[in-house]
Antibody, heavy 125, light 111 residues
Framework: EVQLVESGGGLVKPGGSLRLSCTTSGFTLSDAWMSWVRQAPGKGLEWVGR??????????DYAEPVRGRFSISRDDSRNTLHLQMNSLKTEDTAVYYC????????????????WGQGTMVTVSS | QSALTQSASVSGSPGQSITISCTGT?????????VSWYQQHPGKAPKLMISEVNKRPSGVSNRFSGSKSGNTASLTISGLQAEDEADYHCSSYTVSGTLVVFGRGTKVTVL
């Protein structure tokens, strides 16, 4: 059974940093294409970024609002995905979900077939 | 990147069928079949219901079906049940740098 468990959320001041983790089980993380998706309170879903599988070069892609501030990495030995968030803004306040992508190939993005329970990040002074 | 357009809410009585629409552009769902639908109950994580326009993952009820025509994708729920009351989000791959765009969600109410 695929399981994704996020951790690391909390309250941080604008301009601060936070590192989220997603512990995975039930599949081989190094082969998986993984994304982070967020949801601001009362709002819709917003894709944050992704990391491709190791055999596909492990390339990362980011949404424009977070590009240059957020980075995604993977520790395959610990089956853990990370989201490093720097220069945080109030508009980054959201529940952050770790998700696994259906394999697409190339630079496309297919569906998110498994999701964690999410971790709340609040950016406020 | 603009969000896909979904109606804010749809309602139906138990046993009825309802359809939720999701409208995009030629730059997203109008140009390929990488369109997905997610169900989200309050306070819970989204759950994949439909991928690639009309593919149902294992374990998803066959009461859920998807289709697409031009720049509009649709999710139909037949034989509506109380447990179907939730928010439904559509998404599409997009050729822009954002890679994927979501709708703002449609709240389904079972009367």
């Amino acid at each position: 059974e695929v399981q994704l468990v996020e951790s690391g959320g909390g309250l941080v001041k604008p301009g601060g940093s936070l590192r989220l983790s997603c512990t995975t089980s039930g599949f081989t993380l190094s082969d998986a294409w993984m994304s982070w998706v967020r949801q601001a309170p009362g709002k819709g879903l917003e894709w944050v970024g992704r990391i491709k599988g190791k055999s596909d070069g492990g390339k990362t892609d980011y949404a424009e609002p977070v590009r240059g501030r957020f980075s995604i990495s993977r520790d395959d030995s610990r089956n853990t995905l990370h989201l490093q968030m720097n220069s945080l803004k109030t508009e980054d306040t959201a529940v952050y979900y770790c998700s696994r992508e259906d394999y697409c190939g190339g630079d496309c993005l297919n569906a998110f077939d498994s999701w964690g329970q999410g971790t709340m990040v609040t950016v406020s002074s | 990147q603009s969000a896909l357009t979904q109606s804010a809410s749809v309602s139906g009585s138990p046993g009825q069928s309802i359809t939720i629409s999701c409208t995009g552009t030629n730059g997203d769902l109008g140009s390929h079949n990488l369109v997905s639908w997610y169900q989200q109950h309050p306070g819970k994580a989204p759950k994949l219901m439909i991928s690639e326009v009309n593919k149902r993952p294992s374990g998803v009820s066959n009461r859920f079906s998807g289709s697409k025509s031009g720049n509009t994708a649709s999710l139909t729920i037949s034989g509506l049940q109380a447990e179907d009351e939730a928010d439904y989000h559509c998404s599409s791959y997009t050729v822009s740098g954002t890679l994927v765009v979501f709708g703002r969600g449609t709240k389904v109410t079972v009367l």
